[in-house]
């Protein structure tokens, strides 16, 4: 008896795999956690979309570190509740890098600028949960 190498489905097997489909992704959907809407947007926007640090005021002179630099200035201003319920505010990237008070290009702007990207991620990943 000779043993076919493919068999073309069977109407109720594609049927009950379609089924099984739309039930998965129907309970993948129903058990995702809910948005809280109160953290805050993917932690890293790309720097290629803003340029670089030449073209922000906040950047100019950074060199070595312009694409940190254009991703920080580039994040949204947003706002996030703790357990204990304190709204706390937090400004945009532009804002954050007016109030460095540390000349463009030198090694502690560049290591405030990862802080800054750290603090960033850092709340975000708190408030995702």
């Known amino acids: 008896m000779r043993i076919p190498a ?8 594609l049927i009950a795999s379609g089924l099984a489909l ?6 993948g959907t129903a058990t ?16 290629a979309a803003v340029g670089t640090g030449d073209d922000l005021p906040e950047c100019q002179g950074e ?3 312009a694409d940190v630099c254009a991703m920080v200035a580039a994040r949204p201003a947003y706002a996030y509740t ?14 954050l890098l007016a109030g460095v ?5 030198s090694e502690a ?7 800054l990207d750290a603090e960033y991620v850092e709340r975000a990943l708190h408030n995702e949960d």
């Open 63 to 65: 060199v070595e570190f």
């Open 6 to 13: 493919f068999r073309s489905p069977r109407p109720a097997a």
């Open 82 to 95: 703790d357990v204990d319920g304190a709204v706390h505010h937090v400004p945009d990237g532009r804002t």
């Open 101 to 105: 008070d540390l000349p463009r290009g």
């Open 22 to 27: 739309v039930v998965l992704g129907a309970l």
């Open 109 to 115: 702007f560049g290591v405030r600028l990862f802080e």
């Open 32 to 47: 995702a956690p809910p948005a809280t809407g109160s953290a805050p947007p993917a932690p890293h926007p790309t720097a």
